[in-house]
């Protein structure tokens, strides 16, 4: 269950609980300490009522909570957002004890030094949650529809994260991918949509992913941007599109053959310190090229290179620095 959504297809939601009653002004969602004991007691009420529901799975603290953040002025060091996550996460364990805590963010905090470190993404919380867009991040408009690029972004994510997990058995799940006519032609979608899910799938240690959405919007909700309106596998009135036949065809197949991801021996090495895919030649470019040459690669901090056990348990033989 999502709590501290903000943002939610670019429309921001300010909760009352946020909005000081004397002078008007919203507290600092990551960084306010009433804010903060507000939101772990938000936690403990949720759970109080559905904690034992059959259907509930866990928290997700957010929706790319820095959406919410960025356009109101809520500033909040790497530092301060890495604490934020730690608070909110022992309370979700306190009073959702052994369930899946997660936090759902985006690309732009790991491709940007603010928020939270990656570190702390990739340690915080029972897995390491992203929302994968290749459209958003602009590889479909750059690369094409059909290119390794677009259609192996989400696999580039998956590996990227890994990179940064200390515990190697520690599960990625895409919350949350899709497409849009907006960014393709409709033609090409059910193929973007195969060869993407099956790039994810060729993944170690990946809990699952999550297509967004089930259905399109209603044209006659207005206010959102294009993209939105066309994001389901269903229409507006429940009629299955291709996309939603190809995934379900997906589906049966996995159910009767899951996927066996293969090793990755070959690994390109990232600098410690280097803000990954700042900009695309740095680390996406050698990842696509290794693909197109059959290599399937994995991504390994150079602070780990040193290390034979843990290259060792990765099934890491090969180094290839950048540059």
Known sequence: MT?????????????????????????????????????QWLLGQIAARIGRHRRFMGFDLSNE??????????????????????????????????KIHVSGIDHWPWQND????????????TMT???TWAGWTQVIQ?????????????????ELIKAFHTDLKRKVWIEETG????????????????????????CSDLFGITWW???????????????????????????????GRTIRELIAEFDRHPPEPPGRATALVLPDDMIPVKDFGDL????????????????????????PAYLAARGIETLLPLG
């Not at 603010?114 to 919380?125: D, F, I, K, M, Q």
């Open 179 to 202: 497409v849009s006519t907006v960014w393709m032609d409709a033609a090409d979608i059910p193929s973007w949509t195969e060869r993407s899910i099956r790039a994810m799938t060729s």
């Open 65 to 98: 909570i820095h959406w919410f953040a960025i356009p109101l002025g809520m500033k909040a060091a790497q530092a301060e957002g890495d604490a934020w996550h730690t608070a909110l996460f022992d309370t979700c364990e306190k009073v959702a004890p052994g």
């Open 142 to 158: 750059h690369y094409g529809a059909l290119s390794t690029s677009s259609t192996h972004y989400s696999e580039f994510f998956i």
């Open 284 to 307: 996406f470019d050698p990842f696509m090229k290794l693909i197109d040459e059959g290599t399937r690669p994995a991504i390994v901090l150079k602070s780990r290179t040193t290390d």
């Open 3 to 39: 709590v501290f959504n903000g943002a939610v297809s670019g429309v921001l939601f300010v909760p009352p609980y946020l909005i000081g009653n004397g002078n008007g002004q919203v507290r600092n969602v990551l960084t306010d300490p009433v804010a903060i004991e507000r939101e």
């Open 114 to 125: 603010a928020y939270w470190t990656r570190h702390g993404l990739a340690t915080s919380g």
């Open 213 to 243: 959405d089930s259905h399109d919007l209603n044209p006659k909700l207005s206010g959102y941007v294009d993209l939105e309106y066309d994001l389901g596998l269903f229409t507006n009135d429940r009629k299955l599109k291709p996309i």
């Open 129 to 131: 949650a992203n929302h």
